[in-house]
Structure formats: structure tokens, C-alpha cells
């Protein structure tokens, strides 16, 4: 049977340990979006040398493809701040609406950031199949649905490769029920160039396409 397209970016689901996920993340600062972004979106650290505040807690963007990766929003904060007198205020996120950070907007999302965490993401630009697991791939960022509030983001076959910087590692098929490997497979990996991390990365083991 043929998988179901349901693109909602990057959703932890385990540990590496073997741990479950205990949901926690860390509070983060977002300047200026240079996309629309929310939940399940992969997001760096920027720096924020010139007209920054000081918040004291880490600024973020959208991580683009092949970038190193400082984890994934799993959660937005309705605060807004003032980027001139650092005043913190009531945010524009509506309880009633999708929530997510509009393009050029600023504001507060929690962002899980442990390089430990498994997570499970829809595959797009190709077939996943078993003799690509244990390699390394990139992702794309996709398109966020303002209707939903939906991360577009999925990891992009025809990018997968032993190369070590890459930003994810593929571990294997999510096993939910209706999941199997094909098109628009739901697939567990880990962020391999983790801006965390004590290297970029490391070679993935497996044969492309």
C-alpha cells in the first residue's frame, strides 16, 4: 500500500539511547525570519553581532540545506520583543490561528537542541530503500502552510551520500503503522552536523540512490 503524503517537518520521537523523549527544549530568539517558520523546522544559530538586544538566550534562523544545524522548533511562545528598548511584549501568535513566525517577524519559539534526539520526517525528491540507511542527507525546508501552521520541511533524497558534513544520518524506516519503505516514507534520523557536536559530522555507511 502506498504511503500518505503528510508533510509536518522533523517530530521527535525517541532518544539515541534508547531513552524516551521527555519533550524538554530551550528557549530561543528569532530576529528577523527570513522565512516563514514553526514547529518541525531546522534552525541555526545566527549571529546577531550588529543591532542585537541582549535577551540572553541563543538568536536562530532557518537552517538552509546543508547547513550545521542547532536543532528543531518544537514549540512557539506568543512574546514579542521591542528591538530597540528590548521591551518584552505580547506577541502577534493568535491561540485561534496556526502558529508560526511570519517572514520578517521576530519572536521567542523552543527550539529542542540535544544532538541525542531521534526524529521522525517525511522523505521527498526521490524513493527511500533499505540500502540507504546509516548515510548521511540533507533537508529541505519545503514550504510552511499558513492555513496549518504545517512545517514543509523533509529530508531530500538525491542528497544522500557517506559525506560526513552533511546535516542529518538516516537510521531507519519510522515503524508506525501504514509506514513503509517507498515514496513519501516517514524515516527516523539524527542530526549529524550539530552545531553541539565536537566535529561536522560523521561519514555516513550505505549506497546512494
Not at 514579542?80 to 519572536?107: F, H, N, R, W
Not at 517525511?122 to 527511500?128: A, L, R, Y
Not at 531507519?172 to 519503505?181: A, H, K, V
Amino acid at each position: 500500500m502506498a504511503n500518505t503524503s503528510r508533510i509536518n517537518g522533523f517530530r521527535p520521537v525517541k532518544m539515541i539511547t534508547g531513552a524516551p523523549y521527555n519533550g524538554q527544549g530551550t528557549m530561543c530568539y528569532v530576529y528577523s525570519a527570513s522565512a516563514n517558520i514553526g514547529v518541525g523546522d531546522v534552525v541555526k544559530l545566527e549571529d546577531r553581532s550588529t543591532n542585537a538586544v541582549s535577551i540572553g538566550v541563543p538568536t536562530v534562523d532557518q537552517a538552509a540545506a546543508g547547513d550545521a544545524a542547532f536543532g528543531v522548533i518544537i514549540g512557539m511562545i506568543n512574546a514579542k520583543l521591542d528591538p530597540v528598548t528590548g521591551t518584552l511584549t505580547t506577541g502577534s501568535i493568535s491561540l485561534d490561528t496556526p502558529q508560526y513566525l511570519a517572514s520578517g517577524s521576530s519572536g521567542y519559539v523552543i527550539v529542542e537542541t540535544d544532538p541525542n534526539v531521534i526524529y521522525s520526517v517525511e522523505s521527498s525528491n526521490g524513493t527511500p530503500t533499505n540500502r540507504n540507511i546509516g548515510l548521511n542527507i540533507n533537508h529541505a525546508n519545503g514550504t510552511l502552510s499558513t492555513s496549518t501552521g504545517a512545517s514543509g520541511a523533509t529530508i531530500d533524497f538525491g542528497t544522500e551520500a557517506a559525506t560526513a558534513t552533511l546535516t542529518f544520518k538516516i537510521l531507519g524506516l519510522d515503524s508506525t503503522i501504514g509506514n513503509e519503505i517507498g515514496a513519501s516514507a516517514r524515516m527516523l534520523v539524527k542530526i549529524n552536523n550539530h552545531q553541539l557536536g565536537s566535529s561536522t559530522g560523521t561519514a555516513g555507511v550505505g549506497t546512494a540512490g
